[in-house]
C-alpha cells in the first residue's frame, strides 16, 4: 500500500516568510510525528498526535512552529516568519495501534530559508 | 532525559564483509526500545531492526544483528556480508515506555556506512 508521503519535497523561501508543509499518514495509522533533521542539530522531535488526544508539542523550538491534523489524517506543520536556521529536513512518521509501534516515515520535506 | 551516542561518524567495509556500528544510550527506565534506522541518500528512513528491552535474546533480521547490553546500555548493530545497497547513514534511536514519552524517537547523530567493491 501506499507509504507516507510529504509534499512539497523541497521548498525555498525567503526570510519573513511564512511556510506550510504537508504530511499524508499511511491510511488507518493514528499516531502521526514530526522531526526536523538539521546539520547541527541532528534529528529531532517536534510533535506527534495520537488519535483524538492533545498533541504533545514538547519539541517545538518555537511558538513560530505550529501543526495541526486534520480528521485525524493529514497533518500540516506551519513555520512562521521564517529564520535561516529553519533551514532543514523536515520528516513526517505514523504508526498504527495505542501503543505506537513501528514508526513509518516519508521521503521528508527540504527547506531552505535564503 | 535520556541521550543517544554513536561515536563513529564514518565506518568503511567492503563488499561481503563484516562491520559493526556502535551505540550507547543513557537512560534510568527499565523498560524501553531501541531501533536502528537506515537513511540512503533519498532521505527516506527505513526500519533495520529494534529490540524490546525486556526481551534478553539479541534481535536479528537476516543479515542484520543487534549485540544488546542492557547493563552497560549498548546496542551495536553488526551488517554480515555487507552489500553495495547498504551504503547508508544509520541512526541509533530509543524510545520510551512511558506513557508521557512513547511516541518521541530520540536519535544519535549516526554512522556513515560506505562499502567499497
Known amino acids: 500500500g501506499a507509504g507516507v508521503s510529504q509534499s512539497p519535497s523541497n521548498k525555498v523561501t525567503e526570510k519573513g516568510k511564512d511556510v506550510e508543509l504537508r504530511c499524508d499518514p499511511i491510511?488507518?495509522?493514528?499516531?502521526l510525528y514530526w522531526y526536523r533533521q538539521s546539520l547541527g542539530q541532528g534529528l529531532e522531535f517536534l510533535i506527534y498526535f495520537q488519535g483524538n488526544s492533545a498533541p504533545d508539542k514538547s519539541g517545538l523550538p518555537s511558538d513560530r512552529f505550529s501543526a495541526e491534523r486534520t480528521g485525524g489524517s493529514v497533518s500540516t506543520l506551519t513555520i512562521q516568519r521564517t529564520q535561516q536556521e529553519d533551514s532543514a529536513v523536515y520528516l513526517c512518521a505514523s504508526s498504527f495501534g495505542a501503543t505506537g509501534g513501528e514508526q513509518y516515515f516519508g521521503p521528508g520535506t527540504r527547506l531552505t530559508v535564503t | 532525559a535520556q541521550t543517544v551516542t554513536q561515536s563513529q561518524p564514518e565506518m568503511s567495509v567492503q563488499e561481503a564483509e563484516t562491520v559493526t556500528l556502535s551505540c550507547t544510550y543513557d537512560t534510568s527506565e527499565s523498560d524501553y526500545y531501541l531501533f536502528w534506522y537506515k537513511q540512503p541518500p533519498s532521505r527516506q528512513m527505513i526500519l533495520v531492526i529494534r529490540?524490546?528491552?525486556?526481551?534478553?535474546q539479541n534481535a536479528t533480521e537476516n543479515r542484520f544483528s543487534v549485540n544488546f547490553q542492557k547493563a552497560a546500555k549498548s546496542f551495536s548493530l553488526k551488517i554480515s556480508d555487507s552489500q553495495l545497497g547498504d551504503a547508508a547513514m544509520y541512526f541509533c534511536?530509543?524510545?520510551?515506555?512511558?506513557?508521557?514519552?512513547?511516541?518521541?524517537?530520540?536519535f544519535g547523530a549516526g554512522t556513515q556506512v560506505v562499502v567499497t567493491p
Open positions: 534511536a530509543y524510545r520510551s515506555s512511558r506513557g508521557d514519552s512513547w511516541g518521541k524517537l530520540q
Open positions: 529490540q524490546e528491552a525486556y526481551k534478553q
Open positions: 491510511s488507518g495509522h493514528t499516531a
